[in-house]
C-alpha cells in the first residue's frame, strides 16, 4: 500500500503570507497527485489535478508542484478565506486511493 | 448542473448495516466511476472503495473488506455504499465522490454533500 505523509499538520499564517504546504509518498507515484481543501461541515473540494494542473475556477494563487515521491502545495498570498483544511491524494494505485492525514491551515 | 445528491442521516445500532445512496444529476452516470470516501469526527479523509457504474466492477478498501457492498441503479443513476455489522468507530461523514476522466482521471472532481451515520447505542 501507498502511504502518503503531510506537513506540517498546522500551521498558523496571516493574510497575505505565502504558505507552502508538504506531502510526500511512501514510494515513486509519478506525478499522480492532487490536492483538495476541505472548509469544516462542508466536501473537500480539488484545487490541483495531476501534481501541478489548476482545476478550473480555482484561483491562480494555489500551485502545485512535484514529482516521485515529494509534493508541494503552495498559496502565493494567502486570503481569509483559504483558511481550512488541505489533504493531498495518491491516485497512482488506481483504483485504490489514498489520503494524506491533512494540513491546518488557521489564522495567526 | 452537475451534482451528487446523497440520502439523509442516519443513526443505527451495533451490528446493524447502514445504506446510503448517492443520486447523479447533470451527467451521464455510466461514464465516470464513483468512489465512496469517509471521515470520522475530526478525521482525516478514508478512501473506502469505488464501483465502475457502466461494467458494476468494484474494488474496496482491505479494511472494509468482507463489510462493504457497493451497488448502483442505472435506471436512476444512483450509486448505494451498505456496510455491515457496524462499530462504534464507524460513525462518521459518509461521502460519495465522481473520479474526473481524461487528464482529470484520479481526481474527485464531484462530491456529495455527505451523510452523517452515528452507530450508538
Known amino acids: 500500500d501507498i502511504q502518503m505523509t503531510q506537513s506540517p499538520s498546522s500551521l498558523s499564517a496571516s493574510v497575505g503570507d505565502r ?3 508538504s506531502c510526500r509518498a511512501s514510494q515513486s507515484i509519478s506525478t499522480y497527485l492532487n490536492w483538495y481543501q476541505q472548509k469544516p461541515g462542508k466536501a473537500p473540494k480539488v484545487l490541483i489535478y495531476a501534481a501541478s494542473s489548476l482545476q478550473s475556477g480555482v484561483p491562480s494563487r494555489f500551485s502545485g508542484s512535484g514529482s516521485g515521491t515529494d509534493f508541494t502545495l503552495t498559496i502565493s498570498s ?31 | 448542473q452537475v451534482q451528487l445528491v446523497q440520502s439523509g442521516a442516519e443513526v443505527k445500532k451495533p451490528g446493524a448495516s447502514v445504506r446510503v445512496s448517492c443520486k447523479a444529476f447533470g451527467y451521464t452516470f ?9 471521515q470520522a469526527p475530526g478525521q482525516g479523509l478514508e478512501w473506502m472503495g469505488w464501483i ?10 482491505e479494511k ?43 481526481a474527485f472532481d464531484i462530491w456529495g454533500q455527505g451523510t452523517v451515520v452515528t452507530v450508538s447505542s
Open chain 1, 19 to 21: 504558505v507552502t504546504l
Open chain 1, 78 to 108: 494567502l486570503q481569509p478565506e483559504d483558511f481550512a483544511t488541505y489533504y493531498c491524494q495518491q491516485s497512482y494505485s488506481t483504483p485504490f486511493f489514498t489520503f494524506g492525514p491533512g494540513t491546518k491551515v488557521d489564522i495567526k
Open chain 2, 30 to 38: 455510466t461514464d465516470y466511476d464513483m468512489h465512496w470516501v469517509r
Open chain 2, 52 to 61: 465502475n457504474p457502466s461494467s458494476g466492477g468494484v474494488n474496496y478498501s
Open chain 2, 64 to 106: 472494509l473488506q468482507g463489510r462493504v457492498t457497493m451497488t448502483r441503479d442505472t435506471s436512476i443513476s444512483a450509486a448505494y455504499m451498505e456496510l455491515s455489522s457496524l462499530r462504534s468507530d464507524d460513525t462518521a461523514v459518509y461521502y460519495c465522490g465522481r473520479e474526473g476522466s481524461g487528464s482529470y482521471s484520479g
